[in-house]
């Protein structure tokens, strides 16, 4: 089963903001026009996104919600359990998309799949997705589920370009989230990002979020704070050559910033 909804692009990510910094921080970023802002029970900061949706004058329904389940949450029972106290936390009845954030911890596909249909089902989330999987685990949650399987959120930037996993979500028609979309500012050292950037008249994080943005199904989620809100967004505007989008294609190096020794292909 498919579904054909496309995630505004590109989303904003909250992993590392808390407090008022985070509820600051997403207001500018739906002021600037965001419209897909993701979080997760694991960041602490859903209380602060929520504060933000009060305090912001764009309309709920405009807004694309993604959270995420913790690991250790991911027992069917507590699934459904802890889902209702995100959605206290942000203060909404529903959220756009709930994410299996890790395969690990309580992670179990034949328990924790069903609940977030059954999620579904009772209205806590609109759609279903899942976090750090590997091509074989997300074959089998995609299978496994009755929900359509919207989207995978993966680490992804020039330096991790992921193409198996990009590629498998797409010909499942599964669109891929990327967190981390500029290696959390290293690719500003780039010297193939600066001379395409010098070209444009803007800057290398600029051109790499501008190159997930022309990547077909690849949704990035940069964090930000400041002015840097609104430079992310406007890297939607730069519209890379296609020779410029292949010298990007060639900084592939396999290089992972978010590395833990439990991660599924670390096994």
């Known amino acids: 089963m498919s579904i054909h909804i496309q995630l505004p692009q590109p989303g904003f990510g909250t992993s590392g903001h808390d407090g008022e910094s985070c509820t600051d921080a997403v207001v500018t970023a739906l ?16 209380r602060a996104v929520g504060r933000a949706l009060e305090q912001t004058d764009v309309d709920r329904d405009e807004i694309f919600l993604a959270t995420k ?4 949450n991911l ?3 507590d699934v459904l359990e802890t889902t209702r106290e995100s ?24 328990d924790t799949l069903p609940a977030f249909d059954e999620a579904r089902t009772q209205g806590l989330t609109r759609h279903v997705g899942v976090s750090n999987f590997t091509p074989n685990l997300l074959r089998e949650a995609a299978d496994t589920l009755d929900s ?8 992804l930037h020039p330096w991790l370009q992921q193409d198996e996993l990009v590629s498998l979500a ?7 989230v990327a967190y981390c979309p500029i290696a959390r500012g290293e690719l500003a050292e780039s010297e193939t990002l600066q001379e395409i950037a010098a070209a444009h008249d803007s800057d290398p994080i600029q051109i790499a979020l501008a190159w997930h943005c022309q990547r077909d199904g690849v949704v990035p989620i940069p964090k930000a704070t400041g002015d840097h809100i609104r430079e992310n967004y406007a890297a939607r505007e730069i519209d890379l050559g296609e020779d410029e989008f292949g010298e990007i294609n ?8 978010v590395d833990p ?7």
Not at 262 to 267: F, L
Request: avoid cysteine; charge should be negative; glycine fraction near 6%.
């Open 261 to 267: 020794d439990e991660a599924p292909w670390n096994r």
């Open 170 to 176: 797409r010909e499942r028609e599964i669109q891929t």
């Open 75 to 77: 027992a069917g029972e």
């Open 87 to 110: 959605l206290d936390r942000l203060g909404v009845e529903t959220v756009d998309l709930l994410y299996v954030h890790w395969p690990t911890g309580a992670y179990d596909p034949a």
């Open 250 to 257: 060639e900084l592939d190096r396999g290089e992972r910033v």
């Open 148 to 155: 359509p399987l919207l989207a995978h959120q993966i680490e």
């Open 69 to 72: 389940v913790h690991p250790s």
């Open 31 to 46: 002021e600037t026009g965001y419209r897909h802002v993701d979080t997760a029970q694991m960041y602490d900061n859903e």
